[in-house]
């Protein structure tokens, strides 16, 4: 394993064309106005390091998933370098793409959806394998059932389908597909968001056993800022597609100091069962629109902190090493 950073993000920017009424679209052509854009990810930038676990904290909407979209190349970003083990991961060379796909593994968020219902675990676990071919077919079913054991289920597994297994089940399953090349970087997106909170428990320490045992970096996306301070080494925090704040996990609770940080902290403590998470939640503050984005701070249209300077964008600022934030005030 290398010394250096597993991942290195530089600059990432990812904007998306927004739908517009067919005569809104002509009278902008006609005054020469450029089409609308959504920016989901803006001048994002980190490392992962070998053996760490990076949580990324942010509601939906935040870019997290567009993140990890990107990363794995099924997004295209408009600006922006990233580096798996110092190769560069958007070159346009399909046979080092192909590998760093192999390197580079997702679970998604819905073990329901991300599993082909028509497909036996078998042919399921094999797709990967029959893609990348890490080794001879005749090795298959032996890598396949060890995989199954790892994440805790029987090999006769094989001969069935995702319907037969439960929520937690599938994603055990889901792990092992990501997990059967072997890869470097796990990205689990919302990968324990759809499942009870006993199955969640489950699912993170199988997550977190895997990773050390493997010795696997792994980037955590979730919006559960308990779950996140629980299992990452260091969280970002991302907010209209902008790094708010990145520090040690340790510190999320007692040193945050953006005041988006500090909102979904405090909104936390109002999370029920069965209810989707808001940095809004018992606020007496609007929830921001999603769009138009204002100039400078992403923050300001509901900061109770702004200032008139806050209409520039801010300054990274580090507060201590390990920990900085994007504000004017700074820490
Ligand atoms: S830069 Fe200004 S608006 Fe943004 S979070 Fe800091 S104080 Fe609030």
Not at 149 to 155: A, C, I, K, S, W
Request: proline share 8%.
């Amino acid at each position: 394993m290398t010394a250096g950073p597993v991942l290195v993000v530089e600059g990432l920017t990812k904007r998306f064309p927004l739908e517009q009424p067919p005569l809104r679209r002509l009278r902008d052509w006609w005054r020469g106005r450029p089409p609308p854009v959504l920016t989901a990810l803006q001048d994002v930038s980190f490392t992962v390091g070998a053996r760490e676990t990076l949580g990324i904290l942010g509601e939906s909407g935040s870019g997290k998933s567009t993140l990890a979209r990107v990363l794995m190349g099924l997004y295209q970003p408009e600006a922006g370098r990233a580096f798996l083990l110092g190769e560069d991961l958007f070159t346009n060379d399909p046979k080092v793409r192909h590998h760093h796909r192999r390197r580079m593994q997702m679970v998604f968020q819905d073990p329901f959806g991300s599993l082909d219902p028509r497909m036996s675990i078998r042919r399921i676990l094999a797709e990967p394998l029959a893609i990348h071919r890490p080794c001879p077919e005749a090795e298959w079913e032996g890598l396949m059932g060890r995989g199954l054991e790892e994440v805790g289920l029987d090999r006769d597994a094989l001969d069935r389908y995702p319907a037969e297994f439960s929520g937690g089940q599938r994603q055990r399953i889901s792990i092992c597909r990501a997990l059967i090349l072997d890869p470097v970087l796990l990205i689990a997106d919302e990968a324990v968001s759809a499942l009870d909170v006993s199955v969640q428990a489950q699912i993170l320490e199988l997550l977190m056993r895997l990773k050390e045992g493997r010795g696997l970096s792994l980037i955590f996306i979730s919006h559960d800022v308990a779950v996140v301070r629980q299992v990452a080494d260091r969280v970002l925090v991302l907010y209209k597609g902008v790094i708010v704040e990145s520090l040690p996990a340790s510190c999320l609770l007692e040193d945050a100091t953006h005041p988006y940080t500090q909102r979904l902290l405090g909104a936390a403590l109002y999370l029920r069962e069965n209810r989707e998470f808001s940095a809004w939640e018992g606020s007496a503050s609007q929830k921001p629109r999603s769009e138009p984005r204002p100039e400078g701070c992403p923050c300001q249209s509901w900061c109770d902190v702004a200032e008139a300077r806050c209409g520039q964008p801010p300054p990274e600022v580090e507060v201590h090493p390990g920990h900085r934030v994007r504000c004017w005030r700074g820490g």
